[in-house]
């Protein structure tokens, strides 16, 4: 993820549909490229600009020299490094938040969603469902105060809540990965932990707005694909109380409940970008305090036409590893 400011003195450009990310030694507004003879010449006002002689390149390392010698030459000489993007230009993985390039002109920021105009029924029907559950549970604080002193506590009211939140993040966690491909009719925590590391979960932490007792809450930090449930206490305590109220109640506690909470709270942050769940919303007690930040590969970069224009957002589905 970039700073609110921006990125450092970059250009941004892409070959044959393929991204590249590119410093520029001393370069403080760059441009976005089409790499190619067809297009306008390159100027610096404009978005889109055409690197002579690239069409004619048939392999990505001779294009990659083409482009190199046009910076040089068009920059007198800067130094110049490239690195690859890991998706084409103008690709996004479905209910992924990556974050965009920001500035030069794209009126796109850091803090976008996974596309401008993608996924908006999904995006919209998660949001609403876990800002009514988050609501629930702010009412929750007005009879429990969310302190460490009451960690301990548990109910029925409680026991019910983290029930429901436990099953609307099942229902993210599957929605993420059947628009990423997957189709198993049953899934289990052993198909779900395989969104630990795209999504980042484990590094994403939140904090109660308005009780500070609890300090930042990490609820993925501990997940591993070798204990995919146990190593999630919140989630196996929901587990217990679902299966065996009578046997397991005492484990319906308000600290799971609070774990789960942000839990939810992040997993929409994780698809839709943190904005989505911001400090403004306020269904939810919670507010991201520290997010991934994603280098400059590995973010979602518009796909600027030869007229300046943006290309439709494509879906690129994420590769899991068995």
Request: aromatic residues 12%; neutral net charge.
């Amino acid at each position: 993820m970039n700073d609110a400011d921006g990125p450092p003195d970059a250009l941004c450009f892409w070959t044959a549909g393929r991204g590249y990310y590119g410093t520029i030694q001393g370069l403080h507004a760059g441009p976005v490229l089409v790499t190619g003879d067809r297009g306008p010449p390159f100027h610096e006002d404009q978005r889109v600009g055409r690197v002579p002689g690239a069409d004619a390149a048939t392999n990505h390392g001779d294009r990659l020299s083409v482009t190199k010698e046009f910076i040089r030459e068009r920059y007198g000489g800067v130094a110049c490094g490239l690195v690859q993007t890991e998706l084409s230009f103008g690709t996004y993985h479905p209910r992924v938040w990556r974050g965009f390039f920001k500035g030069y002109g794209l009126g796109v920021s850091g803090w976008a969603t996974s596309g401008p105009t993608v996924e908006v029924a999904q995006r919209v029907s998660s949001i609403v469902a876990a800002t009514n559950l988050l609501g629930y549970v702010s009412d929750a604080f007005r009879v429990l105060e969310p302190a460490s002193a009451n960690a301990g506590a548990f109910g029925h009211r409680l026991r019910e809540l983290l029930i429901l939140l436990c099953t609307e993040i099942e229902a993210s966690w599957k929605g993420v990965l059947v628009s990423n491909g997957v189709t198993k009719n049953r899934m289990a925590t052993c198909d779900y932990v395989k969104l630990l590391e795209p999504l980042r979960l484990g590094v994403w932490r939140v904090r109660l707005v308005d009780y500070r007792d609890f300090g930042e809450l990490s609820p993925f930090a501990s997940w591993t694909p070798a204990n995919p449930t146990r190593s999630l206490t919140w989630y196996d305590d929901y587990n217990a109380v679902k299966h065996d109220r009578e046997g397991s109640f005492s484990r319906a506690t308000l600290g799971s409940l609070v774990s789960a909470a942000a839990a939810l709270h992040i997993l929409q942050a994780a698809q839709w970008g943190p904005e989505a769940m911001s400090a403004s919303n306020k269904s939810s007690p919670f507010v991201v305090s520290e997010a991934p930040r994603y280098d400059f590969p590995e973010l979602y970069y518009p796909r600027a036409n030869l007229d300046g224009s943006f290309a439709e957002w494509e879906p690129k589905k994420l590769e899991f590893r068995s």
